[in-house]
Nanobody
Framework: QLQASGGGTVLPGGSLRLSCSASGHTSSTNTMAWFRQAPGKEPVFVQSITWHGGRTYRASFVQGRFTISKNNADNIVYLQMNSLRPEDTAVYYC????????????????????WGQGTLVTVSS
């Protein structure tokens, strides 16, 4: 089970930190990721991290503004988002995969086995 939190409304240029708490089948999790879905659009990959090696992948639009990290002891994955823009407005979902996903496989939503409920991020003046 994945529980995402930390969403909210911020001004352009602001920051938010999203958290995803994992419980249940955590021993079989090898990759965690964040996706986002804007109204009327398909889910889009944001960033991922391998659970044991800490290898990360990111979408090009992140451009160094977002950072994914993890706390293995507490089974939590974070997404620190800085310099937020109105186009970052979306529901952000955390996802977990049993596979050790790298490169293009990490960006494919079909490779993830578990999904959280989503947390809404609104960037608006």
């Amino acid at each position: 089970q994945l529980q995402a939190s930390g969403g909210g409304t911020v001004l352009p240029g602001g920051s938010l930190r999203l958290s995803c708490s994992a419980s249940g089948h955590t021993s079989s999790t090898n990759t965690m990721a964040w996706f986002r879905q804007a109204p009327g659009k398909e889910p889009v990959f944001v960033q991922s991290i391998t659970w044991h090696g800490g290898r990360t992948y990111r979408a090009s639009f992140v451009q160094g503004r977002f950072t994914i990290s993890k706390n293995n002891a507490d089974n939590i994955v974070y997404l620190q988002m800085n310099s937020l823009r109105p186009e970052d407005t979306a529901v952000y979902y955390c996802a977990a995969a049993t596979g050790n996903l790298i490169l293009s496989t990490a960006k494919d939503a079909n490779n993830y086995n578990y999904w959280g409920q989503g947390t809404l991020v609104t960037v608006s003046s």
